[in-house]
């Protein structure tokens, strides 16, 4: 779509149409019954009262990263006089309200300027990343109609839309979620005369598109009713990019106009792979206190579809373990991470090798020294947890510690010794064995 912003900027018309903010070739005050700041604060005024006066409020099709790494997230948002209410609609029962503002920088931007968990997940720094994820939490608004508003990340100048809808945000996430859930492991069929074939990332909401010795890769979002790329993807004499996904036949149907006839075949994934959303559940965490004495720990697996990641909930009421999913293996990795931080000190879950009692080759900073790996047995799974960072082979445990520096400065390491801190009263896990399914594979 045509950036109409420039035009906007040049002449501050003040005029807004159906479709897009008008444009101009540089009229200048003297040609309008109204100076320039009146016409804005007219577009200003025209914006917010389109943006209130959707009864469900909006979806947000919001694509982070300067290099789409991510893909797509759709949120939820609806507007009052103050305050913007925002759920994601991967993520159940997810609900933030914060406020918003309509300024005027150089055209009108839409920003949501204080702190909303939800809608600035991509764009807060945390220790691990400096920068964020490279997300947007302002907007300039390019064009604008009743049901439709074209914005561009300040930050990035990736194109994103706000889209009235139809039904309740809660109906909304409920549909892309169950989307989510049974995806399609590949894609294959025809665009056009191109034949084509196409393998699923969930993680980056990405697809490698294979058309003879072309290979694309597209960026998309999940919505209610399917998919839709972030761009069209232009093949075979066609141009597709927003598909309705049926769960139960894993048929992609194209709904742009002139493109109504492309449909393509998902190919589910096989009973034999672990595709993303098949680790939720509840499960055992197997290991041992002392090197001989068996231990285990309660632990539920809960998705993170923001970005394609685990939280291992019940160790502990201070921490939860960030499990990352592979999808070329269908394994989850289990790394050194920051998992707090108390009296101005950081917590670390450290990888180490634990053997006869002593503790060695604490490590903190090095992700996947542990894979998880399904046995293949859906009536009794177990997952097992091998160490396989190739530079720390020998790792096989897991120790709660927290850094600091001393009176020297120097920067040292303590055992955390909190009891709410601990699990089964102990800072240790050694010798990770597995993870056992509570409930029999889907």
Not at 288 to 301: F, I, M, N, Q, W
Not at 305 to 330: C, V
Request: hydrophobic share 35%.
């Amino acid at each position: 779509m045509t950036r109409l912003i420039h035009s906007f900027i040049a002449c501050l018309t003040g005029v807004i149409v159906m479709q897009s903010l008008s444009s101009c070739t540089g009229e200048t005050d003297e040609y309008f019954d109204q100076s320039a700041s009146a016409r804005l604060t007219a577009v200003t005024q025209r914006t917010l009262n389109i943006l209130r006066s959707a009864e469900h409020g909006w979806e947000l099709e919001y694509y982070p990263g300067t290099s789409l790494e991510y893909g797509g997230v759709v949120y939820t948002v609806k507007f009052d006089s103050l305050t913007a209410t925002v759920a994601c609609s991967l993520i159940p029962d997810s609900t933030e309200t914060s406020l918003y503002k309509l300024t005027n920088d150089n055209g009108p931007v839409l920003s949501f300027d204080s702190y909303n968990a939800l809608l600035h997940y991509y764009a807060t720094p945390s220790a691990s990343e400096y920068e964020a994820k490279g997300g947007d939490f302002e907007f300039v608004i390019d064009s604008i109609s009743d049901n439709l508003i074209t914005l561009f990340g300040k930050r990035t100048g990736n194109t994103m839309y706000l889209r009235r809808l139809a039904a309740s945000p809660d109906e909304y996430a409920a549909k892309t979620i169950a989307i989510f859930d049974h995806f399609a492991d590949s894609v294959k069929g025809q665009i056009g005369t191109a034949v084509v074939a196409g393998k699923v990332d969930p993680t980056s909401r990405s697809i490698s598109v294979v058309s003879g010795r072309d290979t694309l890769d597209v960026h998309y979002t999940y919505t209610d009713r399917g998919i839709r790329l972030y761009r069209p993807l232009r093949l075979g004499g066609l141009a597709v990019q927003s598909f309705d996904y049926d769960i139960d036949t894993h048929i992609f149907t194209c709904t742009d106009e002139g493109a109504e006839a492309v449909s393509l075949e998902g190919v589910p994934y096989a009973d034999t792979f672990m595709s993303y959303s098949r680790y939720a559940g509840d499960y055992t965490l197997s290991y041992t206190s002392d090197g001989t004495t068996d231990r285990s720990a309660s632990v539920s697996l809960v998705p993170n579809r923001l970005d394609g990641t685990y939280a291992m909930k019940g160790l502990s009421s201070r921490y939860d373990l960030l499990l990352h999913y592979i999808p070329s293996t269908g394994d989850l990795q289990l790394g050194a991470q920051i998992v707090g931080a108390a009296d101005g000190n950081t917590y670390y879950w450290a990888a180490v090798k634990y053997a006869s009692g002593s503790i060695s080759n604490i490590n903190i900073t090095d992700e996947g020294q542990f894979t998880i790996r399904w046995n293949g047995n859906r009536f009794y799974p177990r997952f097992n947890i091998t160490p396989t960072n190739t530079r720390i082979s020998d790792v096989n445990s897991g120790l709660l510690i927290y850094l600091y520096y001393d009176e020297n400065g120097q920067l040292s390491a303590g055992l955390v010794t909190e009891p709410d801190w601990l699990t089964n009263g102990s800072y240790l896990f050694a010798n990770l064995k597995s993870l056992n399914r509570l409930t029999r594979m889907e």
